[in-house]
T-cell receptor, first 113, second 113 residues
Framework: NAGVTQTPKFQVLKTGQSMTLQCAQD?????MSWYRQDPGMGLRLIHY???????DQGEVPNGYNVSRSTTEDFPLRLLSAAPSQTSVYFC????????????FGDGTRLSIL | TQLLEQSPQFLSIQEGENLTVYCNSS?????LQWYRQEPGEGPVLLVT?????EVKKLKRLTFQFGDARKDSSLHITAAQPGDTGLYLC?????????????FGKGTKLTVNP
């Protein structure tokens, strides 16, 4: 029962470095999303995808890129890390059917120094 | 941008007490979901409410969707330490479906033994 798997669980970067957060799901879900969670701010949508080859911006997309080459994978790239991107990042997937739940991974805790 | 306002932001109670948390908005929603998030994990769906005035029960948790579908409440009877967590409400965005959920900032509940 893997569900949504995120790697790494923890990461420390220096300002200006780049990295990719990995997300994979084994439920054959069409929809996948990336959120960031900051204290007092709740979950904010970064980017989302409604199927392979299709991505779109969410509420806070600046500084992040995504791609969806397969149904299973939805990596999130930080091109040039900034301290403001210190956060906990969650990937989620859903079937896309009305009122179905989003299934979340356990998150990646990212610190930018 | 539609907002989901959750209250209270923090709640600390003793085991056995009852409590109610709220999720309010000025927008009408087609549906609303409640998630619970435990430390170090991603949110997990508790319930989806769809019909105005709907009441759903999940053991000691009672969820209600307002008649006008602008608000919702979660009532916990005889709270237990295992109920401790962050409770989040979420609803589809105005211009999107389940791929673009909007989350409230959450109510952090602590139930002390």
């Amino acid at each position: 029962n893997a569900g949504v798997t995120q790697t790494p669980k923890f990461q420390v970067l220096k300002t200006g470095q780049s990295m990719t957060l990995q997300c994979a799901q084994d439920m054959n879900h069409e929809y996948m999303s990336w959120y960031r969670q900051d204290p007092g701010m709740g979950l904010r949508l970064i980017h989302y995808s409604v199927g392979a080859g299709i991505t779109d911006q969410g509420e806070v997309p600046n500084g992040y890129n995504v791609s969806r080459s397969t149904t299973e994978d939805f990596p999130l790239r930080l091109l040039s890390a900034a301290p403001s991107q210190t956060s906990v990042y969650f990937c989620a997937s859903s079937s896309g059917q009305v009122n179905q739940p989003q299934h979340f991974g356990d998150g990646t805790r990212l610190s930018i120094l | 941008t539609q907002l989901l306002e959750q209250s209270p932001q923090f709640l600390s109670i003793q085991e056995g007490e009852n409590l109610t948390v709220y999720c309010n908005s000025s927008s009408v929603f087609s549906s609303l979901q409640w998630y619970r998030q435990e430390p170090g994990e991603g949110p997990v769906l508790l319930v989806t409410v769809v019909t105005g005035g709907e009441v759903k029960k999940l053991k000691r948790l009672t969820f209600q969707f307002g008649d006008a579908r602008k608000d919702s409440s979660l009532h916990i009877t005889a709270a237990q330490p295992g109920d401790t967590g962050l409770y989040l409400c979420a609803a589809p965005g105005i211009d999107g479906g389940s791929e673009k959920l909007v989350f409230g900032k959450g109510t952090k509940l602590t139930v002390n033994p």
